[in-house]
């Protein structure tokens, strides 16, 4: 079965970086874009971008360019998020998922809690 | 357009049909797909294209769209339905994805 699995919580100082790994299984993992969407506490859903496993190529939310970097590792099946100069306004559950034919994220990880504090 | 508008909340009477909403200029071009989320966990996919349940999800969940307006029904809510429901499509270009800032349900 498909199945996302993302890398453990993090605790950042401001103006650090965070990289947060997503694991795919049960699928070929260059056959489906990986999205990255963010939620703060309380607060709703937000979509950050997407890469293509396959050939590496981004799209960015013009809200995060300059400061996110998407990768992928084909040989183990994962995406990488890293976001950097963190403030507290990036305290969220970040969270990788998996675009189908059928849907822009049939398929969600666990999701990973990003703490900014000095 | 860069926004999908949902309502904040939403009630409905045990057992009762209650309409959930999600309005957009993207709407015109591209299907809304719904995903429920409830507290301390990831969502979950519910509706996509023009009215599709991924497996293991009930019936009573049904979707609609009509101009910019995308709709998420439940016919007969159950108290297992209490949760927040987001929407999501592409934005107008095609190559972003927008998402409705999410309506929280509360079944009576």
């Known amino acids: 079965q498909v199945q996302l699995v993302q890398s453990g919580a993090e605790v950042k100082k401001p103006g650090a970086s965070v990289k947060v790994s997503c694991k795919a299984s049960?699928?070929?993992?260059?056959?489906?874009?990986i999205h990255w969407v963010r939620q703060a506490p309380g607060q709703g859903l937000e979509w950050m971008g997407w890469?293509?496993?396959?050939?590496?190529?981004?799209n960015y939310a013009q809200k995060f360019q300059g400061r996110v970097t998407m990768t992928r590792d084909t040989s183990i099946s994962t995406g990488y998020m890293e976001l950097s100069r963190l403030t507290s306004d990036d305290t969220a559950v970040y969270y990788c998922?998996?675009?189908?034919?059928?849907?822009?994220?049939?398929?969600w990880g666990q999701g990973t809690l990003v703490t900014v504090s000095s | 357009s860069s926004e999908l508008t949902q309502d904040p909340a939403v009630s409905v009477a045990l057992g009762q049909t209650v309409r959930i909403t999600c309005q957009g200029d993207?709407?015109?071009?591209?299907?809304a797909s719904w995903y429920q989320q409830k507290p301390g966990q990831a969502p979950v996919l519910f509706i996509y294209?023009?009215?599709n349940r991924p497996s293991g999800i009930p019936d009573r969940f049904s979707g609609s769209s009509s101009g910019n307006t995308a709709s998420l029904t439940i016919t007969g809510a159950q108290a297992e339905d209490e949760a927040d429901y987001y929407c999501?499509?592409?934005?107008?270009?095609?190559?972003?994805?927008?998402f409705g800032g999410g309506t929280k349900l509360t079944v009576l």
């Open positions: 998922t998996r675009e189908s034919p059928d849907d822009l994220a049939d398929y």
């Open positions: 049960g699928y070929t993992f260059t056959d489906y874009y």
């Open positions: 890469i293509n496993p396959n050939r590496g190529g981004t």
């Open positions: 993207s709407l015109r071009s591209y299907y």
């Open positions: 294209g023009k009215n």
């Open positions: 999501n499509s592409r934005d107008s270009s095609g190559n972003s994805v927008l």
